[in-house]
């Protein structure tokens, strides 16, 4: 059976925490090697991967392909102005060429519904690189960084301040699969889907949704936020308005536990979403989490090529 990973319930609890097992123990055999060299035991030599990106992107892209690099494979990149898939070509049909010659994709679109399309005609793993609805490889770059730095994750508590979007979606998905707790502070009108929360709910955890940023942080292990406004998104000026309440501060991170962790995906909007003494401040892990992109989805294209768990 295909191993697409499209959100974090296509693998489950049992292979994310073998995924973060494996990049902690891949990630450490590295020490001093040039980041171009491949692991010891370069376990998908001979295999491409086809990254699609109908989005821009910077950790995404390099962070796949150096994956591949260092697990011994190649990667290739199509965009939606130089493919056909940008020219009027199905998905479907796309799915379908691109299986025949490569060993997984990984697409970062707009659209869910693509990448469901994608893996519904596709023989090859799918991997979700981001869509407009959920980003499964950045929590698991985020579950591998706050373990690195002591967070046991069964009954920890992780607050989110701000936009209920993509990346929100993903990290309730994941506290219900590690059993994690989660306080969310999002102004009115900007929820996130109650079907994550539903689901996450029934596997044990608890989600709490608020418009007190203070409630949301108090004795939090974790804090998270994303930037507000993706580019060209309308109304930008009525959504930053409603938004600044959950400004991250060091006021703010000051009613989180002493130890807790910050975390944000980038690319920040220093000054809207988070202030500067907080993202370069002593509790932000930002730059290890943007690395380990990097050494999580290493772990990640391992499981999907059945090399893993």
Not at 26 to 47: E, F, M, S, W
Not at 173 to 196: N, Q, S, T
Request: overall charge negative; aromatic content about 4%; hydrophobic content about 45%.
């Amino acid at each position: 059976m295909t191993r697409h990973f499209l959100n974090l319930s296509d693998a489950g609890g049992d292979a994310i925490a073998t995924m973060l097992a494996d990049a902690i123990d891949r990630k450490a055999a590295r020490t001093g090697k040039p980041k171009g060299a491949a692991d010891a035991d370069a376990p998908l030599a001979g295999h491409t991967l086809a990254m699609i990106f109908e989005k821009n992107s910077t950790r995404t892209r390099v962070s796949f392909d150096m994956a591949m690099r260092q697990l011994g494979g190649t990667s290739l990149i199509l965009d939606g102005g130089t493919s056909q898939l940008g020219r009027g070509e199905t998905v479907a049909d796309t799915a379908r060429v691109l299986s025949r010659m490569c060993d997984a994709i990984m697409i970062r679109t707009d659209d869910h519904a693509k990448i469901e399309e994608m893996a519904a005609h596709a023989t090859v793993p799918v991997i979700n690189g981001l869509t407009d609805l959920s980003h499964p490889c950045q929590i698991v770059a985020d579950l591998l960084t706050v373990v690195e730095h002591g967070v046991a994750l069964p009954g920890s508590q992780w607050a989110w301040l701000g936009d209920g979007n993509n990346v929100l979606h993903s990290i309730i998905e994941a506290a219900g699969l590690m059993k994690f707790d989660m306080r969310i502070g999002v102004p009115e009108g900007y929820e996130p889907d109650p079907a994550f929360a539903t689901e996450a709910e029934n596997r044990g955890a608890h989600i709490t949704l608020s418009r007190d940023a203070s409630a949301v942080v108090s004795g939090a292990d974790v804090v998270v936020t994303d930037t507000w406004i993706s580019m060209g998104q309308a109304h930008a000026e009525a959504k930053l308005a409603a938004m600044m309440p959950y400004q991250v501060t060091s006021a703010l991170m000051a009613q989180a536990r002493p130890t807790a962790k910050f975390l944000h995906c980038l690319p920040a909007h220093r000054g809207e979403e988070v202030t500067d003494d907080v993202i370069d401040g002593p509790q932000s892990l930002v730059w290890d989490e943007a690395e380990n992109r990097l050494h999580a989805q290493k772990s990640v294209l391992l499981w999907a090529l059945g090399k893993l768990g």
